[in-house]
């Protein structure tokens, strides 16, 4: 039992690149939530869905696209890579929106 | 404006001692408040959570206490081991089905040998 997986782990883009990270989850959880971790700051949800096809935006949404096309997968996008996008990224899912959540091991983005 | 606040960046405590971990919040409508624990290059982990209607909820060397009037809660490791040197985050939500879970910024706990 994988529970949520994050790929990929570590990445180094430059500056205008565009990237998507993947989080899978294998719990049949309905709510998928992507957040970045930056010093001093814990954690700020960027983008979360609900249920397979839908997303909205939570409180650091600015430059991140999402997609939920399959239960099972969330997927953050970013388009158009900038220096501030340099953080840890943390895929978390849950069955209920009540319940607590499962959160993938990270991804690391460095924007040079 | 911080939701949730964990004004203690860090805190040490001697193996075997108790710890005490506290967290403010200023949402009077958070109604379920959740603590996890993140060890490095681990995502969070679910450690103990407590509703409003309770003030103390306990599962082993673990108990979250809830003071709704001043709108704090704690929680407690009895006895510290070094397993539990990490970062505590303490979350809240309220009492709807959309609203979303908000975080502290974390304090990061050493237990001394």
């Known amino acids: 039992n994988a529970g949520v997986t994050q790929t990929p782990k570590f990445r180094v883009l430059k500056t205008g690149q565009s990237m998507t990270l993947l989080c899978a989850q294998d719990?049949?959880?309905?709510?998928m939530y992507w957040y970045r971790q930056d010093p001093g700051m814990g954690l700020r949800l960027i983008h979360y869905s609900v249920g397979e096809g839908t997303t909205a935006k939570g409180e650091v949404p600015d430059g991140y696209n999402v997609s939920r096309l399959k239960k099972q997968n969330f997927l953050l996008g970013l388009e158009s890579a900038a220096p501030s996008q340099t953080s840890v990224y943390f895929c978390a899912s849950s069955y209920e929106s009540n319940q607590p959540q499962h959160f993938g091991d990270g991804t690391r983005l460095s924007i040079l | 404006d911080q939701q949730v606040k964990q004004n203690s960046p860090s805190l040490s405590v001697q193996e075997g001692r108790i710890s005490i971990l506290n967290c403010d919040y200023t949402?009077?409508?958070?109604?379920?408040f959740l603590w996890y624990k993140k060890y490095p290059a681990e995502g969070p982990t679910f450690l103990i959570s407590i509703s409003s209607i309770k003030d103390k909820n306990e599962d082993g060397r673990f108990t979250v206490f809830l003071n709704k009037s001043a709108k704090h809660l704690s929680l407690h490791i009895v006895p510290s081991q070094p397993g539990d040197s990490a970062v505590y985050f303490c979350a809240a939500r309220g009492e709807y089905r959309d609203d979303k879970i908000i975080f502290g910024k974390g304090t990061r706990l050493h237990i001394l040998p």
């Open positions: 719990m049949n959880h309905e709510y």
């Open positions: 949402n009077s409508m958070f109604d379920y």
